[in-house]
């Protein structure tokens, strides 16, 4: 029977992680600022932004937000982003999307530092992610895949790692994380032939693509692990699921992350451990200036 990777001890180790930086910030003077930018007063930005604020207050990080109206103007969306760049106290940015109909939002996600990009919003952050050159942060869904394989000491070093997915928000940064651990990895998607076949080849898989159940016992073999980021409702058992069967594959492979209870439960904490980082790394830039000027 698989081993079910749940999220509460992945989320609870972060946590820890995370609060021994932020005191190591808070020993030098610093507190780590997350900016969050809102337009408009939809219920699920708002429920959101209240579980971060009680997140953030736990590991010592501070909230500032900057609310729009709905209406708010291409350029005034444009002016906060900027306001929160130059905003030394501000170590990272979360942006709500999507962002109003009109609104152009690739544009908007560019204006956003990529040192201060905490979410993984923009192309800078993504290109840092792609050549591994420590600017930008991976999206938070694509590191709290990692977090899973990491704190459940999943190894990835000469795996064969299937990634079913190729958007940028998932599949994209995930593979490029995991080659940067030596795995070897297999993009698909939805032109790719025979699936099923690519799937049960994987030692690791890794899907993100929102079809409810796909996955069953016939995709899988043995000796795999299963990392499910897909979310969408399943109209037959009338609740919300991945994209991976669990009741069809657990009898098979060795582990599996649950839906929900997964994957999605660690972002929040890789958002506020991004943070944390984008303070650290400000604050060790400033040390070496300055060790610079006393030369």
């Known amino acids: 029977m698989a081993k079910i990777l749940s999220a509460a001890p992945v989320v609870e180790a972060l946590r820890q992680k995370t609060l021994v930086k932020t005191q190591a910030l808070a020993s ?59 905003d030394p106290a501000v170590s990272g940015i979360l942006m709500f999307r999507p962002l109003p109909r009109g609104i152009d939002e690739r544009r908007v996600c560019e204006a956003i530092l990529p040192e201060k990009d905490v979410d993984g919003a923009g192309l800078r952050s993504l290109s840092g992610v792609f050549s591994g050159c420590g600017l930008g942060f991976a999206s938070g869904i694509s590191q709290a895949a990692m977090e899973m394989l990491h704190y459940y000491e999943i190894p990835v070093a000469g795996k064969e790692v299937c990634v079913i997915g190729r958007s940028l928000v998932v599949g994209r940064p995930a593979a490029m994380l995991l080659l940067a651990e030596d795995a070897t990895v297999t993009i698909c998607h939805s032109r790719t032939r025979d699936l099923k076949a690519q799937v049960r080849r994987a030692d690791i898989v890794i899907t993100g693509v929102g079809r409810a159940e796909m996955i069953g016992e016939d995709w899988v073999r043995p000796g795999q692990v299963l990392i499910d980021i897909g979310l969408s409702y399943s109209p037959v058992k009338q609740k919300l699921c991945g994209d991976v069967d669990l009741d069809a594959v657990a009898p098979i492979v060795d582990a599996v992350t649950p839906v929900p209870g997964g994957v999605g439960a660690v972002t929040s904490m890789v958002l506020l451990s991004h943070v944390a980082e984008a303070a650290d790394r400000r604050y060790r830039l400033l040390l070496s200036r300055r060790a610079g000027q006393a030369e």
């Open 28 to 86: 030098a003077g610093i507190t780590p600022v997350l900016g969050i930018l809102r337009v408009g007063e939809k219920s699920a930005d708002l429920s959101y932004e209240r579980g971060v604020k009680r997140r953030c207050g736990d590991v010592g990080i501070e909230v500032r937000v900057c609310a729009l109206p709905a209406d708010a103007s291409q350029e005034a969306i444009l002016d906060a982003v900027g306001a929160l760049n130059a």
